[in-house]
């Protein structure tokens, strides 16, 4: 029997499933692919998991208030009930407590097609029936999304609008990539992508003779191929090295004062800092190399080479997710301001090439499929990583991006599409806080951490049993997604639970629009090939790009250059800022007066790190970065993330040194500890990892220990994080500071039990 052929896509790529009995039996890379991932390996086995939730399920003790243990039994149910329980829970919470009381922001991922994105599907409907409390920017850049603006009058660089590969490799000839080029990022966009870029551009740039230079606490964060000079530097500390290039730069009169004079505003008062005429403290390569562990002499090196070469700053999104996370961002933007080349083709400042799939791949400026959102009635919203802070202290009021506001009373949380028992921090505070509310309704396709904290559970279809459309801004292809299977079990679309809500509720139509799936999907695509259209690009029908089950755009005429009629003239074309320039010194941020973050780049230590007092009972700076194997929490059971195991456990690197101090030996079951948690993870000793330094990647599904002060289990980092704002100007996610210690972990090992369903009472 030959399998039948279905096109799909997911964040990590397109790829046709292949189909037998009714069940997916591999998936096949996409043709047009140069270098697909092998994360698709996991999705058969994903679907058709034990682990996905078969029919609708109550927690049991929800309504006697039971606490959210995470290992609680749940009851099958009718759908027929747990639609009614649902709108029933959303009338009563409405009605007594306000719009107000639902949060509904719902953070998360998703699915890479868009008309069932299931985050967007549940802000659009929770919109439409009075409105929710939202959360606002994001995990990935929260920081870069509220410093760009008072600095250059947008984010739009932090979000892939960047100068683009064409320009850097005939352009360029030194790129200096802050927390490095790691491929193992490359393998994701959100949306997904037909191709997967990142390494035939950086091999290009290596082709065309461009120097790299990795500055990280981790080797590996630059392909090999790449010959990078790897600087290892302590983390969070990044801001401190860029200022020390910059006074460099300054008292070696290698600058570009042209430009710093025609482009850019409040140099004097930065420099009057950076020569430490107000705090008596020099910015130099003597200073900065006591805070980085970089050495004075490579500091002061890396800093000439720079101004004698056409050089590109690029900085991982990394840097600015950790305490005081808008400095590194500020400092970049003013490093490539001295060094001259902001709007000159291939050199200048961006972010992310490292960081995600399609980051300064040529493209013309066209829309990314979407379905539209109203907006939010209740006008209330969050930074989206304060949540805890909000469930613990209703009506504290609370500093964000120069405005006040009061943190809201939650009763009830909806979540879909995301998993905050992986993404938020200090998860053991966040179960504390995961009390408040009378009630949590989750739907997910998989019995994930979070769903195993909700009362009520509605099972989610995957992207292979529906039809979609996909596609992201920062790639060239729009793709089809055929429906290949049956819904597994019970699983429902959530567009499809939301419909049959809004129907019990009255909105149907206000949610549907009249449009069913497949109406939705066309539409989706027209506005696509509308904006192509108002480019003079002409695309297909629907029925032809369904058929074919993709459409390419063509490449844009001409290289991207960010900034280019700023550089030209800046007086015809003035940025976005209060001045028109490029902001060194802010008054805005002045007025703000905010000692978190000042109205210049400064260096601010973090809470924590490893020139901090606390260092001396917390030796090692824990790095949680993005996972190698798997999207986020995404696919931890299946067989490409469980094969990257150790132990049994997720992997934490440490440094031989680190290691033998401790008798660690690789593949010994270590804990992993802090004042704020403790989890177990397997231990792999990495010379490429710089001593004082621990990596864990995160997502790996929380398993609590069974009694209090038990470890958790599986190594998820997120117990060690510290929950806490960058700063009052952007409250985003500071998950990259945190200090601890690991220690050999010498008792029995208690087995994890994250991929084992909870206990189900049958359907009664
Ligand atoms: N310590 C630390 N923590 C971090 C980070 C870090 O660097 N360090 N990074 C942060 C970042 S940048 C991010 S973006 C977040 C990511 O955090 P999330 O986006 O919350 O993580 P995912 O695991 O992708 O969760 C998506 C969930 O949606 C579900 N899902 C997928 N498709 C569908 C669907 O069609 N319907 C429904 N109902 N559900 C679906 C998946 O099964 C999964 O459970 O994590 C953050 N957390
Ligand atoms: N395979 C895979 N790819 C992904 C994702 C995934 O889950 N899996 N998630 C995607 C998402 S949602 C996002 S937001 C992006 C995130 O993109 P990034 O934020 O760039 O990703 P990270 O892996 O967290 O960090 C990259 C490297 O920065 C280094 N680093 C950490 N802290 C510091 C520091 O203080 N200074 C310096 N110089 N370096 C530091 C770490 O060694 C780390 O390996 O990744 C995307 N790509
Ligand atoms: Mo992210």
């Known amino acids: 029997m030959t399998a039948a052929r279905f096109p799909s896509l997911a964040h990590w790529g397109a790829f046709t499933a292949l189909v037998e009995n009714g069940r997916v039996i591999g998936c096949e890379p996409f043709a047009r692919d140069p270098a697909p991932s092998n994360m698709l390996d996991a999705i058969p086995a994903m679907v058709h998991s034990p682990l996905r939730i078969a029919r609708p399920a ?39 407590f306000g719009n107000t009381a639902i949060l509904g922001g719902s953070y998360g991922w998703s699915s890479a097609g868009r008309v069932h994105h299931a985050r967007t599907l549940t802000r659009r409907f929770l919109f439409l029936g009075g409105g929710c409390v939202d959360q606002v920017a994001n995990y990935s850049f929260g920081a870069a999304t509220y410093i760009l603006p008072r600095v250059i009058g947008t984010f739009a660089p932090i979000n892939g609008d960047v100068t683009d590969w064409p320009s850097i490799v005939k352009n360029a000839r030194m790129m200096i990539a802050f927390g490095g080029l790691a491929l193992k990022n490359g393998q994701v966009t959100s949306g997904g992508a037909g191709a997967h870029s990142l390494e035939t551009w950086l091999r290009r740039a290596k082709a065309a003779g461009i120097d790299f230079v990795s500055i990280s606490p981790v080797k590996s964060d630059a392909p ?159 930074p989206v990583a304060r949540i805890v802070d909000m469930l613990l202290a209703p009506g504290e009021s609370y500093e964000f991006n120069g405005r006040r506001y009061a943190y809201p009373d939650i009763e009830l949380i909806y979540w879909a599409g995301g998993n905050p028992f992986h993404h938020h921090q200090d998860l053991n505070r966040l179960r504390r806080a995961w009390q408040k509310p009378q009630t949590v309704v989750v739907h997910d396709g998989w019995w994930t951490p979070t769903a195993r904290h909700a009362d009520i559970v509605l099972p989610a279809t995957t992207a292979l049993e529906r039809n979609d459309v996909g596609g992201s801004s920062r790639d060239t292809f729009v793709l089809a997604m055929h429906r290949a299977i049956n ?48 480019k003079g690009v002409a695309l297909p029908g629907f029925q032809q790009f369904w058929a074919e089950g993709f459409v390419e755009l063509p490449p844009p005429e001409r290289d991207y250059v960010l900034f280019e009629d700023f550089r030209r003239d800046p007086e015809a074309h003035p940025l976005k800022t209060p001045s028109g320039r490029i902001e060194i010194t802010s008054q805005a941020l002045a007025a703000l007066d905010y000692t978190e973050c000042p109205p210049h780049p400064a260096w601010l230590a973090p809470a924590e790190w490893l020139g901090s007092a606390a260092a001396q009972r917390w030796p090692i700076h824990l790095l949680t970065n993005q996972p190698a194997t798997r999207l986020h929490a995404q696919m931890d059971p299946g067989p ?33 500890f802090n004042a704020r948690g403790a989890c177990l993870a397997g231990a792999v000793i990495d010379a490429g990892v710089m001593p004082g330094v621990a990596v864990m990647a995160t997502g790996a599904w929380f398993d609590p220990g069974a009694a209090e002060g038990e470890p958790e289990r599986h190594g998820n980092p997120n117990v060690l994080t510290l929950d806490i704002g960058t700063s009052p100007l952007a409250q985003a996610t500071s998950a990259q500071t945190a200090l601890v210690e690991i220690e050999r972990w010498n008792a029995p090992a208690p087995p994890v039990r994250a991929f084992a369903p909870p206990e189900l009472a049958p359907a009664v």
């Open 58 to 96: 109550i927690r049991e003790g929800w309504r006697a208030g039971k606490p959210r243990t995470g290992n609680d039994r749940f009851r099958e149910v009718s759908w027929d009930e747990a639609l009614s329980l649902v709108a029933e829970e959303l009338t009563q919470v409405r009605g007594k």
């Open 224 to 382: 090999d191929f790449l010959g990078a000079q790897w600087i290892p530097i302590r983390p969070n500390t990044d801001t401190a090295l860029m200022l020390a290039m910059v006074h460099t730069l300054l008292t070696e009169g290698r600058y570009d004062a042209q430009f710093m004079l025609r482009h850019c505003t409040g140099f004097e008062t930065f420099c009057d800092y950076l020569l430490g005429r107000g705090d008596g403290v020099t910015k130099d390569v003597d200073w900065a190399a006591g805070i980085t562990a970089v050495p004075a002499e490579t500091i002061r090196e890396l800093a000439r080479r720079a101004s004698s070469t056409p050089t590109m700053i690029t900085c991982a999104w990394s840097l600015q997710r950790a305490h005081h996370g808008e400095q590194p961002c500020w400092a970049a933007i003013v490093l490539a301001a001295m060094l001259g080349g902001i709007g000159l083709p291939g050199t200048g400042f961006a972010f992310g090439h490292g960081s995600a799939n399609g980051i300064g791949v040529p493209r013309i400026d066209v829309a990314g499929p979407e379905v539209p959102l109203p907006i939010n009635p209740a006008r209330t919203m969050i």
């Open 487 to 534: 819904p597994v079990g019970e699983a429902r679309n959530d567009f499809d639970i939301f419909r049959a809500l809004a129907q019990r509720l009255g909105y149907e139509h206000a949610f549907t629009l009249g449009r069913d799936e497949m109406a939705w999907c066309e539409w989706v695509y027209n506005k696509v090939r509308a904006s192509a259209q108002a």
């Open 640 to 672: 490409v993330s469980r094969a990257s195991k150790v132990a049994g456990r997720e992997p934490v690197r440490i440094n031989p040194a680190d290691a033998a101090h401790r008798g660690i030996c690789n593949g010994d079951i270590v804990r992993v």
